[in-house]
């Protein structure tokens, strides 16, 4: 037999609070949902459940009628892939609004696609500003419009509202595209007002699931978009005209086998979607917002400072100016190892500058609010 070398034991892994950008901290219901007895991918019980969940993910995303709302097998950036792979074909004009990391991975993403993608960048820490994406708008015919909800390389809140009202004024409203990886279930989102086309979360965010589903979205435009594609959607693996016929009945109103469904991870995402709405949409959010506030009033307290103004920031991932003098590596190894707590750093240019401390969906709780304050403190004064 042979000799098990460097194995880690699973049973004596560290409890870590996770309190970075995401993942976060997981609710026993959801552990609880995830050993659960795997069912077949066909198996009419398991069908039940893929209609609940499409069912409370529209409900959350306050999807229009006619939309489809399914969970991808991936992670939120598989929820990026498949947005502009799905709607996007060679030569299409798409304007990405950028001021994070994640708006430029959007750029990537179009731009391998063959898109003809056009950038307007806003500083980092800043919010997108309407009035400039109007002057951009101006005389143009996009195909798509794209912006990131929540940047959470940064913290901020992108004015999605706004920004929809200007595709309004355009003679051709182009779809718009939203990634709500960080605001799905932790602060409004509302597809229908916003008039939303294509959307896509993560659920280890504000759902508070492990890592590994994608929540999205396709509005009845965008769905007829894609129905009246000329070539095919280049990705087999996220080709949502090809998925529908797992996710809903066809015209015999048997489901078609696309990939296996990663079925336990399902079971815990309906999980999530419940607890969420069983908490109800406002009282989520308002947990968020007070969980936020109280951070940022503690961080005050330790003579901290935000680093996005408060006019646009995020509830759910709050970015902290890292005093003059300080190593903030020393002070998140400190957090974690002394007092076994994951905060995350800046990325990009504000690597350094400031750290991200996440308050998403579990971990949005009073008792690990004082828990960070109390750690963080002590671990500045020893750094
Ligand atoms: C706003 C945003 N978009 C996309 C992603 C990519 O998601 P994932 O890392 O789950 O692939 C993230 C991840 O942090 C994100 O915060």
């Known amino acids: 037999m042979g000799e098990v070398i460097g194995m880690t034991d699973l049973d004596t892994l560290p409890e870590i609070l996770l309190m970075g950008p995401g993942p976060s901290a997981v609710p026993p219901q959801i552990y609880h949902a995830l050993s659960r007895p795997t069912l077949g991918h066909l198996d009419p019980v398991f069908l039940t459940i893929m209609d609940e969940i499409k069912e409370n993910l529209g409900t959350i995303y306050k999807a229009p009628a006619g939309s489809l709302t399914i969970p991808l097998s991936g992670t939120g950036s598989s929820g990026m892939e498949a947005a502009f792979a ?3 074909e060679p030569g299409d004009k798409v304007l990405v609004l950028i001021n ?3 708006g430029m991975r959007m750029q990537d993403v179009a731009t391998r ?3 003809e993608v056009d950038t307007l960048e806003f500083e980092w820490g800043t919010p997108v500003i309407p009035a400039e994406v109007k002057k951009k708008l101006a005389n143009s015919n996009y195909d798509i419009v794209a912006v ?3 940047e959470t390389s940064t913290g901020v809140a992108n004015p999605v509202a706004e920004i929809s009202a200007l595709l309004d004024e355009l003679p051709e409203r182009p779809l718009y595209l939203v990634d709500c990886v960080t605001s799905f279930g932790g ?7 916003w008039q939303v086309d294509a959307a896509y979360s993560g659920t280890q965010k504000c759902l508070s699931c492990p ?3 994608s929540p999205f979205a396709l509005s009845p435009k965008a769905v007829q978009r894609l129905k009246n594609r000329k070539t095919k959607v280049p990705n087999w693996y996220l080709d949502v005209t090809m998925l529908v016929n797992y996710w809903e009945a066809g015209g015999g109103g048997a489901r078609v086998y696309h990939h296996t469904a990663p079925i336990n991870m399902l079971y815990g995402l309906h999980t999530a979607l419940r607890l969420v709405l069983e908490e109800g949409l406002e009282k989520t959010f308002a947990r968020h917002r007070e969980a936020h506030s109280q951070l940022v009033s503690g961080l005050a307290g330790i003579g901290l400072e935000m680093f996005v103004d408060e006019s646009c920031r995020l509830p759910m991932l709050n970015s902290v100016k890292v005093p003059d003098g300080v190593d903030e590596a020393k002070v998140r190894k400190s957090l974690r190892e002394e007092f076994q707590i994951e905060i995350g750093p800046g990325l990009g240019p504000l690597a350094g500058k400031i750290w991200r401390i996440g308050l998403m969906g579990y971990t949005a709780r009073p008792e690990n609010v004082e828990r960070v304050l109390s750690a963080l403190q002590k671990s500045i004064e020893k750094a």
């Not at 602060?187 to 007002?193: I, Q, T």
């Open 113 to 115: 696609l063959r898109a």
């Open 148 to 150: 990131v909800h929540a």
């Open 187 to 193: 602060m409004e989102v509302d597809l229908k007002k």
């Open 86 to 88: 799905n709607l996007v």
């Open 100 to 102: 994070g990391v994640f």
């Open 211 to 213: 890592p590994g589903l």
